[in-house]
């Protein structure tokens, strides 16, 4: 069962309903959840994060480890390196951009016409399935199709402000945190583990069989598992 508190999904800045801005990276990632913990009176909390969420979620334990009761990273390390799908993640930007589609359209025919033209660039349909969720229809605004996601900014700030991990000498985050990474995924390697144990030492990994690197809708049921496993003890 879920632990007895509440539960808060956020959308980082330039995500999802989230307000777009210019700048993007993790640092401005952390102030935000600053922010939030300040706005909703929280004054410490168990946090999880996938991929780039994971990241920023590694660096608020690391600045403010005060603030953070227990880590869960998914399939995503302190590492400057990046997995095979995040090193074309600035043409993908770049695809989307490109996408053209009809605003007498539906939804549906919309997204499968984004899907068709996406599958000439991005092979890996998970990842396509991933960002056509953000592809929606801008009624106020002509009814044109919009992305939902900041395009420009994560394109501009993605060699400074995404792919690259701030490196923080002498910082730890002591609490417990646990790192899962799918078992199929390149984004967790054998060579991180020594960087992860050395700024989480109170940290274990688990790789999920048969996963790739969006472990929790691949894996769901063994994620929730894990997930609700390490929270509750």
Avoid: C
Wanted: aromatic share 8%.
């Amino acid at each position: 069962m879920f632990p007895s508190n509440a539960i808060y999904a956020i959308d980082a800045r330039n995500h999802g309903d989230s307000p777009h801005t210019d700048e993007h990276s993790y640092d401005h990632m952390v102030e935000d959840l600053v922010q939030l913990y300040k706005t909703l009176g929280v004054d410490k909390a168990s946090i999880i994060g996938h991929s780039m969420g994971g990241r920023a979620m590694m660096l608020l334990a690391l600045k403010y480890p005060e603030l953070v009761e227990k880590a869960i990273i998914v399939d995503i390390s302190p590492s400057t390196g990046l997995g095979t799908s995040n090193t074309n993640i600035p043409l993908f930007l770049q695809s989307m951009k490109m996408i053209q589609i009809s605003p007498t359209a539906t939804i549906h025919q919309a997204r499968k016409l984004a899907d068709e033209q996406l599958a000439r660039i991005i092979a890996e349909k998970s990842l396509r399935d991933f960002l056509i969720t953000n592809l929606v229809k801008a009624e106020k605004e002509g009814g044109h199709f919009r992305w939902r996601i900041n395009l420009e900014a994560l394109e501009r700030n993605f060699n400074t402000g995404v792919a690259q991990f701030p490196q923080l000498a002498g910082r730890k985050f002591e609490g417990p945190t646990l790192f899962i990474a799918g078992g199929r995924s390149d984004y967790v390697k054998s060579e991180d583990v020594p960087l992860i144990k050395t700024l989480f030492p109170n940290s274990e990994i688990t790789y999920v069989k048969d996963a790739g690197h969006w472990v929790h809708s691949e894996k769901s049921t063994e994620f929730s598992k894990l997930v609700l496993n390490f929270l509750n003890e």
